[in-house]
């Protein structure tokens, strides 16, 4: 069955960086687009970033453009989420999920920009 | 951008009794490939989103028949024919024809 496990949250510093692994299996990774998704405490749900399969195009949410980036290893199946200039706005549970149309999503890696 | 918004904000139902949410999008969401992305989430109290419905319509396995989608171009809407109590929790639809994607603010769904 497809599994989407998120790894590297925690708490950071305005101003810090962080990288967000997601690991997937059950699927055939390779063959997928990919996207992050977060959710502020108490709020909405808020799309974040989408790679292509093969990482040739990358699309960004305006609110993280400049500061995040994400990229993907095929040979690992892993996806990840490199964010730099973290401010407090940025604090959610962030989220991967596969496929164009969101099929599965993974259970979340909370991320903390406090001083 | 696309912006999606939904109504009701709340929903109180009773167990057995219908319930429509309904989501409007400020463009057609109608792709150039001439598919229309608009899908629909559940999310339960202290879990991770899942999707139950994609393309405006098509109910994900696993999916319960009393949730159905429907609409085009701009208005949809999500019922649930007969509310059950897992079906507790808050409800989002979503734009994936145009970048930035874009959801709605979400329904929340609740027992009276």
């Known amino acids: 069955q497809v599994q989407l496990v998120e790894s590297g949250g925690g708490v950071v510093q305005p101003g810090g960086s962080l990288r967000l692994s997601c690991a997937a299996s059950?699927?055939?990774?390779?063959?997928?687009?990919m996207h992050w998704v977060r959710q502020a405490p108490g709020k909405g749900l808020e799309w974040v970033a989408f790679i292509r399969f093969d990482g040739t195009n990358k699309y960004y949410a305006d609110s993280v453009k400049g500061r995040f980036t994400v990229s993907r290893d095929n040979s690992k199946n892993t996806l990840y989420l490199q964010m730099n200039s973290l401010r407090a706005e940025d604090t959610a549970v962030y989220y991967c999920?596969?496929?164009?149309?969101?099929?599965?999503w993974g259970q979340g890696t909370l991320v903390t920009v406090s001083s | 951008d696309v912006v999606m918004t939904q109504s009701p904000l709340s929903l109180p139902v009773t167990l057995g009794q219908p319930a429509s949410i309904s989501c409007r999008s400020s463009?057609?969401?109608?792709?150039?490939?001439?598919?229309?992305?608009l899908n629909w989430f559940q999310q339960r109290p202290g879990q991770s989103p899942r999707r139950l419905i994609y393309?405006?319509?098509k109910r994900d396995s696993g999916v319960p028949d009393r949730f159905s989608g429907s609409g085009s171009g701009t208005d949809f809407t999500l019922k649930i024919s007969s509310v059950e109590a897992e079906d507790v929790g808050v409800y989002y639809c979503?734009?994936?024809?145009?970048?930035?994607?874009?959801f709605g603010g979400g329904t929340k769904v609740e027992i009276k």
């Open positions: 979503m734009q994936g024809t145009q970048f930035p994607l874009t």
């Open positions: 059950g699927f055939t990774f390779s063959s997928y687009g």
């Open positions: 393309k405006v319509s």
């Open positions: 999920a596969n496929k164009w149309d969101f099929d599965y």
């Open positions: 463009q057609s969401l109608v792709h150039s490939d001439g598919n229309t992305y």
